[in-house]
């Protein structure tokens, strides 16, 4: 089983739209859990940190379930420029990806 | 500079040639990664250093991939006698233990 799994997409889905994916990972003893996005033929960058009680960066969200060992990132009121591959995290003596989640907002 | 710095940004190299990548982490912080990234693929882990560790060296692909890290610091990832199959983005991350990491703008390798 990998280490974090991911829903590969892609989702493709219009303007204002909200689109929500999972992440799943192997090690129940993770604690620390990241989103990062990655633009075409850039580096990733870190979108948001995961808490255990969940939190919020403007349009969006990021939730934590520990007893299923999922994280999970909804975007609302999706933009064009929210284009790009979501990648999950999970940083425990070092950070293993997901394989990225691919979101393609239209207009 | 406060970000992570990766030089050369762009190389060109002959099949064959040995080629050496700098990675400059972010200052304080005391993990290091690379990754490479080919073409519509994933990240692919290569080497991790924490610290005075041992560096966890089990995603190198060859005996023709190195890397050090010197003073905890500055790291040189070398690719010897370099194939066109390395060409890639190799990506250098660093952070501080378990907490985020943030990632270089990377050097684009290509093998002729």
């Known amino acids: 089983r990998k280490e974090v799994e991911q829903d590969p997409g892609p989702f493709n889905v219009p303007e204002g739209a909200t689109v929500a994916f999972n992440c799943t990972y192997s090690n129940s003893a993770s604690q620390s859990f990241f989103w990062y996005r990655q633009d075409c033929r850039k580096e990733p960058k870190l979108l948001m940190s995961?808490?255990?009680s969940g939190n919020e960066d403007g349009r969006f969200t990021a939730q934590l379930n520990r007893a299923s060992q999922y994280i999970s990132l909804l975007i609302r009121d999706s933009k064009l420029s929210d284009s790009a591959t979501y990648l999950c995290?999970?940083?425990?003596?070092?950070?293993?990806f997901g394989a990225g989640t691919t979101v393609t907002v239209r207009a | 500079g406060a970000g992570v710095s990766q030089s050369p940004s762009n190389k060109v190299t002959e099949k064959g040639k040995d080629v050496e990548l700098r990675c400059d982490p972010i200052?304080?912080?005391?993990?290091l990664y690379w990754y490479r990234q080919s073409l519509g693929q994933g990240l692919e882990f290569l080497i991790y250093?924490?610290?005075?560790?041992?560096?966890?060296k089990s995603g190198l692909p060859s005996d023709r991939f190195s890397a050090e890290r010197t003073g905890g610091s500055v790291s040189t990832l070398t690719i010897q006698r370099t194939q066109q199959e390395d060409s890639a983005v190799y990506l250098c991350?660093?952070?501080?233990?378990?907490?985020?990491?943030?990632f270089g703008q990377g050097t684009r390798l290509t093998v002729v």
């Open positions: 991350a660093s952070s501080r233990y378990r907490e985020e990491a943030f």
């Open positions: 995961v808490y255990s």
């Open positions: 200052s304080g912080h005391t993990a």
């Open positions: 995290v999970v940083n425990d003596y070092k950070l293993s």
């Open positions: 250093f924490q610290g005075n560790s041992a560096p966890d």
